[in-house]
């Protein structure tokens, strides 16, 4: 059963570093996701992502942030410069169709600033 | 503001219990609801809801939409220990389909 997919699954980095998330979203898929989870709080909205641009972002999603799909399959979440409150669970998510259809989520990617 | 709120915060049961989830929501534009189960790491998807009265059905699982009073319930019957997990209800907002998250129920299902 197809699905979606991340790398690394935890990322450790230092305040100020650049990391880089990667996605592979499911193949047939046109919309794409980026949430994310702080420990023991909700599962947030980042940003959504259809036909090579941003479609919505969220008041998290600042400069700081970025998005881009450079090849047919990955879906990459950039973040320029961490601070330690970006420390979370960040999922991707795919779905064939926007407005109410399902999501499906990869297994996320725990990252940790220090 | 759109908002999600689960009930309860958290549920302990012995196995064979039967379980009701709650999920209520004001959102506007409301098109769907979804439910997801969370383990350890990522949501999975169980149901998407669409219209009131219609019960979603999944094995044990069974899911029912009731857009008038602006809520959802999930049932679980006959639980097991492998239902211990954190149970989610989200709507699809906007034309984009974003996610709206409750805080989520905590469900532990004790042999």
């Known amino acids: 059963e197809p699905e979606v997919t991340q790398t690394p699954s935890h990322q450790v980095t230092q305040m100020g570093q650049e990391v880089i998330l990667r996605c592979v979203p499911i193949s047939n898929h046109l919309y794409f996701y980026w949430y994310r989870q702080i420990l023991g709080q909700k599962v947030e909205f980042l940003v959504s992502f259809y036909n090579n641009e941003i479609s919505e972002k969220s008041e998290i999603f600042d400069d700081q942030f970025s998005v881009e799909r450079p090849d047919g399959s990955n879906f990459t979440l950039k973040i320029r410069s961490t601070k330690l409150e970006d420390s979370a669970m960040y999922f991707c998510?795919?779905?064939?169709?926007?407005?109410?259809?399902?999501?499906?989520f990869g297994p996320g990617t725990r990252l940790t600033v220090t | 503001e759109d908002k999600v709120v689960q009930s309860p915060l958290s549920l302990v049961v012995h196995e064979g219990d039967t379980v009701t989830l709650n999920c209520s929501y004001e959102v506007t534009n409301f098109r769907s609801l979804l439910w997801y189960k969370q383990e350890k790491k990522a949501p999975t998807f169980l149901f998407m809801l669409?219209?009131?009265?219609i019960e979603k059905k999944s094995g044990r699982l069974s899911s029912i939409l009731d857009k008038k009073e602006l809520f959802s319930i999930l049932n679980i019957t006959a639980t097991q220990t492998g239902d211990s997990a954190i149970y989610l209800c989200?709507?699809?907002?906007?034309?984009?389909?974003?996610?709206?998250f409750g805080q989520g129920t905590t469900l532990q299902v004790k042999p």
């Open positions: 989200a709507p699809p907002k906007g034309n984009t389909g974003k996610l709206i």
């Open positions: 669409t219209s009131s009265g």
């Open positions: 998510a795919s779905s064939e169709r926007s407005r109410g259809y399902e999501q499906y």
